[in-house]
């Protein structure tokens, strides 16, 4: 249903105001007594097998909701019937940014992809506590960032000010310095700013009674040179764990007409590379810590791949657009018959 005449519909209109109707459409449902449980019945797939403990967590799956999709906290609890095992949400500011003019997001479908330059467009991370404060069950990932205002030199207060508020409320964090749609902020990525950044955090965090997990986001477009440099700072900071990766630059082999768009692009054309970069971090700091792979997840076998090459866990967004609700189920039911044999 979804295929045939969901998309196709959905697919008409901006994808913008399309992903902000499928957002009221979700809530307002879900509002409905019962609709929660039928949706939980039809998407929700539990199995001992598929139950993961990484960095000291225990997810009742491992297939979660990459950030940029729930921003705001606004629908984390309705997200999480569908069947994923955590939600992240963000990317999270201090304070709240409307982000890059429209239009600003593309959808590439010949290539099942999308192209988008939001510009961390967010309500700021004291409006989303007001919401996670009202969790109950949701693992949730807490991805936070820099205001678009703030220069790089004073980007670790921005990062601080949003742990704090988030720290009693999420049960991670990833930091997020790959984001190509915020000037200068993947000059975060280089190997001074960014040991300082994580050294940082990884020093508010000890201090406090109950450290969160603490995990870096990276670009996919990296060098294995500066891929090298991302497992040294990781290993010598300590922090807990790598999400690889987040959308690409790149646009090669692209076919769609608006592939020239500027932004960052996700889907279907990053899933070799993303895999790429979870196998090289894997092999040559001989598994030192877990990897989150993120990057063209649309179809079981996607999954399966990156776990082959090391992964701990996946994440999926637009492979979630593209592959609708079901795209979770279908994940979990494989991987179950993968942990299998």
């Known amino acids: 249903m979804y295929h045939r005449l969901i998309k196709p519909l959905l697919f008409l209109f901006d994808p913008e105001k399309v992903h902000y109707f499928s957002f009221f459409m979700i809530k307002l449902l879900s509002a409905i007594p019962g609709v929660s449980a039928i949706i939980r019945s039809l998407y929700q797939v539990k199995h001992p097998s598929l139950e993961r403990e990484v960095f000291g967590l225990k997810f009742p799956n491992p297939v979660g909701l ?9 629908l ?3 997200l999480s019937n569908f069947g994923f095992g955590f939600i992240e949400i963000g990317t999270l500011t ?3 940014q409307a982000g890059n003019p429209k239009k600003r997001l593309f959808r590439l479908i010949e290539d099942e992809a999308i192209i988008n330059r939001m510009g961390f467009n967010n309500e700021g991370v004291d409006d989303a506590v007001k919401r996670l404060k009202k969790n109950t069950n949701v693992l949730i990932g807490g991805n936070i960032g820099k205001n678009k205002v703030t220069p790089n030199e004073e980007a670790v207060n921005d990062y601080i000010y949003c ?8 049960d991670y964090f990833v930091v997020n310095v790959s984001s190509p749609n915020t000037p200068n902020l993947r000059a975060l990525q280089d190997k001074a700013p960014l040991t300082h950044l994580l050294s940082t955090l990884k020093s508010l965090n000890d201090q406090k009674n ?3 997990p603490i995990l870096l986001k990276i670009a996919p477009d990296l060098s294995d040179d500066q891929l090298l440099d991302i497992i040294e700072i990781v290993t010598s900071v300590k922090i807990d764990g790598v999400i690889a990766t ?9 076919q769609s007409a608006d592939k020239e768009e500027m932004g960052g692009l996700s889907g279907r054309p990053l899933t070799q590379r993303s895999t790429e970069v979870i196998r090289f971090l894997v092999e040559k700091s001989n598994n030192a810590f877990p990897i989150i792979g993120v990057g ?7 999954a399966i791949e990156k776990l082959e090459a090391g992964a701990a866990l996946v994440q999926l ?5 593209y592959e609708g609700p079901a795209a979770v189920k279908n994940i979990n039911k494989a991987l179950i018959e993968w942990g299998s044999n």
Do not use: C, W
């Open 76 to 78: 984390y609890k309705q």
């Open 210 to 212: 109950k450290p969160k």
């Open 94 to 96: 201090p304070k709240g």
């Open 296 to 302: 063209g997840v649309h179809k079981p076998q996607d």
């Open 246 to 254: 987040n959308t690409t630059l790149s646009r090669e082999g692209l």
């Open 317 to 321: 967004y637009t492979g979630f657009v």
């Open 163 to 170: 742990f704090e508020a988030l720290f009693d409320h999420v």
């Open 66 to 74: 990459a950030a940029g999709f729930d921003k705001n906290a606004v």
